[in-house]
């Protein structure tokens, strides 16, 4: 919800079909995991291309065996395709956890108000993070978390990374019962030790526990050590996990060494540091104590947006043996541009192929096209995060000999084949992914990006590219990257530039339809759609699947009963805003009411919204619609002679700061032209305003249930 309409539509939309990552975290364990779980994830750390699939891990209630154990270690994997941002990770060791006071995690502890519209109960969780140089530091963490029902059951698994700049010295763990006693400790047998790597340059590995219980309420306490030797982030605190998630207690502690700077902001947190002095060291300290549970609320902001937030960031740092700066994003820019510098050299046979590629082009823009269409014919995306590799990119002619890269390689490798024509272009670094957090420009932080893209400024536009797909169309970005801050990596160092921001006249979905219905209520359809822009997106998986796969796909999302599929056909524009068309040829079995002679006919047989967001009684948080579009339906309806039009209802339209909705019914003879137009618009409002917001979808509702009326008058 918020991104586009949701599944009561007549067709399903990107939306719906692929799930983001935070509908299968509640927006709650993906906000955790992604800047948090102690630490935020290295920043070798990448997202995958925009095709990658996202599978949510789901919770087994059953004890281990063998076979759970590999299927939970699929689900594990799934989630990591999916949130790759995520990274720390934990060790078993043998010590004895040090009990609680007896009955300490008791529920009836619980102060109600943390209990209420709860599915857990932070308990406490301690973090300390005591840096020691600018590549040292080892951090500490110790929680306990009381799952009150299933719905939390996620909150209970442990999932931790580590790779060749992490190590984990210790774990401990123990599950109690909703009386504080204590039923059992973690088992070592129950850590699940596999490599996480996707492509052949990687030693990122995970643990992970599947704790399972199967009488609620039960706590889960989990105590780990972490040591670094690389820095380029500082953990994070994100002490509310999430909607429905209470915490009790939660406390940062950082000790840095008094010749060493560094820089914190909190977002939604107006706990100021405790300033003293330990071992020899400054000493920072927040605490958060009786934080309740905010419900999960249609079209809610997305949970960074929501809940409190501590990042810390280094000034001066060491990684992988490079030292750096990051006190302003200009420093840190600059440190990149060094870092890759003389790696987008190509070898004058190559140098000589690509200036003969382009030879005939119009203009730079075409040349640019003819590059990238290259790059992803000849190129693959293969993740690589081993040591530095993770931030520096390979050299242009390795990939040109290899046909492989991550972003910052396939990036490069274009970078390389433009210079190659004479075109100049940067690098730019992002937070990917739809919902991602936008660089911000008061607080240079790495945790923010996790991905590379290609800029190309020309004289009067920009280009930008997307080179890990092998099918993104020409200079698209979609919802993967658009309409957000990136740092361009430049000579001079970095600059905060925006993306391609996609208007309402960019994401259009314009569909024009045939329908001829007889005298039993049956309907042929032939229906044309042009998807263009992130709408583009609705459908663009349809074009890397065979025809099985298509067919399979249309019958889920086309929400028509009683349909057959005689016909269907995919073409495409893959341009800067893309355009699909996809023809189908349908047959629709008592398409229309009928009763006695009269036939009742909808007009609207493919957008149709049936039901209005959830009422909410003194609704807490924004309402966050998160994408601006436009759907236009020209149904033309083919009546036999043998039926009279006896009923046309009147034309709709209404306007608001929602969008704006209007739908037409004309009248040539037995020719029918009904046309709907929708415009939804992309905005934050207050929660005051969740009625009106309720009433404008109210009124598309009924719009949309438009009928006329025939009577049946003679027979042929």
């Known amino acids: ?44 750390a990448v997202c995958r291309p925009p095709s990658a699939v ?24 799934f989630l990591i395709f999916a949130n790759t941002m995520f990274f720390s990770s934990f060790l078993f060791s043998k010590k004895p956890i040090e009990r609680p006071v007896k009955g300490e995690y008791a529920v009836s502890n619980i102060p109600e108000a943390l209990l209420k519209n709860s599915n857990a109960v932070v308990r406490m969780d301690d973090i300390l993070f005591n840096l020691s140089s600018p590549r040292k530091a080892v951090m500490t963490r110790k929680y306990a978390i009381t799952i009150l029902n299933r719905n939390a059951d996620d909150h209970a698994h442990f999932q931790e990374y580590y790779d060749g700049f992490r190590k984990i010295t210790s774990i401990k763990g123990v599950i109690y019962d909703k009386n504080g006693k204590q039923v059992r400790k973690i088992k070592k047998k129950e850590i699940i030790d596999v490599s996480i790597a996707t492509g052949f340059y990687e030693d990122a590995r995970l643990k992970a526990v599947e704790v399972t ?28 996990r999430g909607y429905e998630i209470s915490v009790q207690e939660s406390s940062y502690k950082a000790l840095i060494p008094e010749d060493m700077d560094f820089r914190y902001k909190t977002k939604n947190l107006s706990v100021e540091p405790k300033i ?20 999960k609320e249609p079209y809610s902001p997305s949970g960074r947006n929501m809940f409190p937030q501590l990042l810390l960031s280094p000034n001066e740092f060491e990684y992988a043996g490079y030292k750096g700066n990051m006190k302003t994003w200009k420093s840190y820019g600059k440190w990149l541009y060094d870092l890759a510098g003389g790696r987008e050299e190509l070898d004058e046979e190559t140098v000589a192929k690509i200036k003969q590629m382009v030879a005939n082009a119009k203009d730079d823009e075409e040349k640019i096209k003819i590059i990238y269409e290259y790059l992803q014919s000849k190129t693959r995306y293969i993740s690589i995060q081993l040591g530095i590799g993770g931030l520096q990119p390979f050299e242009a002619k390795t990939v040109n000999k290899t046909g492989y890269g991550d972003c910052k390689a396939l990036s490069n490798y274009t970078r390389a084949m433009l210079k190659a024509a004479g075109i100049k272009s940067y690098h730019a670094t992002i937070g990917a992914g739809r919902g991602n957090t936008s660089i911000e420009p008061d607080f240079p932080f ?25 099918n993104q169309p020409y200079g698209f970005l979609g919802s993967f990257t658009d309409d957000r801050n990136a740092l361009l990596i430049t000579e001079e160092g970095g600059k905060i530039v925006r993306t391609t921001r996609y208007t309402q006249e960019d994401n259009t979905q314009i569909r024009k339809a045939t329908v001829k219905i ?56 893959k341009d800067r805003i893309p355009e699909a068309t996809e023809e189908l040829d349908l047959e629709i079995k008592n398409y229309a009411s009928v009763s006695g002679k009269r ?20 609704r807490k948080t924004d309402i966050v619609v998160k994408m601006a579009y436009t759907d236009v339906d020209e149904i033309v309806y083919e009546i036999p002679s043998f039926l009279k039009i006896e009923h046309i209802p009147e034309s709709v339209s209404f306007d608001s700061d929602f969008g704006s909705y209007a739908a037409t019914v004309t009248q040539d003879k037995n020719i029918i032209t009904y046309t709907r137009t929708l415009k939804i618009n992309k905005n934050t409002y207050p929660p005051e305003r969740y009625k009106d917001f309720i009433a404008f979808y109210k009124k598309i509702v009924r719009a949309d249930k438009m009928k006329m009326v025939t009577l049946e008058v003679e027979r042929p």
């Open 1 to 44: 919800d918020g991104g586009r309409r949701t599944t009561d539509g007549g067709r399903r939309t990107a939306d719906d079909r692929r799930r983001t990552t935070n509908e299968y975290f509640g927006d709650s364990q993906f906000l955790f995991h992604e800047i948090s779980s102690a630490v935020c994830r290295p920043p070798s």
């Open 54 to 77: 996202r599978r949510p891990p789901s919770a087994v209630r059953r004890p281990p065996s063998a076979v759970q154990k590999k299927t939970f270690m699929k689900k594990i994997l």
């Open 213 to 240: 219980h199967n009488t609620y309420p039960f706590t889960i306490e989990f105590e780990y050590k972490t040591k670094y030797s690389s820095l380029l982030i500082y953990p994070a605190w994100i002490p509310v």
């Open 276 to 295: 003293g002095k330990e071992e020899d060291k400054k000493s920072y300290k927040w605490v958060m104590e009786n934080f309740a549970a905010i419900k």
């Open 446 to 470: 790495k945790g923010y990006t996790n991905h590379m893209i290609l800029c190309v400024p020309l004289e009067s536009d920009t280009v930008w590219l997307e080179c890990t797909s092998q």
């Open 518 to 573: 007889d005298r039993d209520g049956n309907a042929h359809a032939k229906v044309v759609t042009k998807y263009k822009g992130l709408q583009y997106e609705n459908v663009q998986h349809q074009f890397v699947s065979n025809k099985k796969e298509q067919k399979e796909e249309l019958f889920q999302s086309l929400d028509i009963p009683n349909m057959e599929i005689r016909d269907f056909k995919y073409t495409q524009v």
């Open 599 to 618: 036939i009742f006919i909808p007009f609207n047989i493919l957008n149709k919204r049936k039901s209005t967001p959830k009422k909410i009684k003194n």
